[in-house]
């Protein structure tokens, strides 16, 4: 159980960090694919355009608070990089580009995935793109302020009770 070591998250970087960059791959490809075949299919059924909106938050959801590993999952970037790859492809790209200079300009990864997922509903709509991302990237973007909140929360109480 990779929570068990290193940062105790279910997440490509905890794999990175503890075994070593091969499996770190496998899992972020694992991760990405999670994300990008419940999207594909609800495509390839077809129906309204919520479904595959509808499946992929549900995917990053199941990701970040999975029922059989006591709700303590990943962060559900991966997994929403997958969502936006099977969505529509261009804003995979995108959401990678913002992504890495918010890192190279803050140099933290949770602040910069949390920011990215701010920026992104907002942007997509900017740029015109399809109303099924623009509401995939919004929920998905509630969801991983979500996840990343309680880490903080539980950070800031760490360090405060460090203090005393």
Do not use: Q
Request: charged share 15%.
């Amino acid at each position: 159980d990779i929570r068990t070591a290193g940062s105790g998250h279910a997440t490509t970087t905890n794999v990175i960090r503890t075994l070593g960059f091969g499996w770190g791959a496998l899992v972020l490809v694992l991760d990405i694919a999670k994300g990008f075949l419940p999207v594909w299919l609800a495509l390839r059924f077809g129906g309204a355009w919520y479904w595959p909106v509808l499946a992929g938050v549900c995917a990053v959801a199941g990701h970040i608070w999975p029922l059989f590993a006591d709700f303590r999952g990943g962060m559900g970037l991966a997994t929403t990089a997958g969502g936006l790859l099977a969505l529509y492809p261009l804003s995979f790209f995108i959401a990678l580009g913002v992504l890495i200079a918010v890192l190279l300009l803050w140099r933290h990864g949770a602040r910069a995935t949390v920011l990215t997922a701010v920026i992104l509903p907002p942007a997509f709509y900017l740029l015109r793109f399809p109303a099924s991302l623009v509401w995939f990237a919004f929920l998905d973007a509630v969801l991983v302020a979500l996840r990343f909140a309680a880490d903080w929360r539980r950070e800031y109480r760490e360090l405060w009770l460090d203090r005393e």
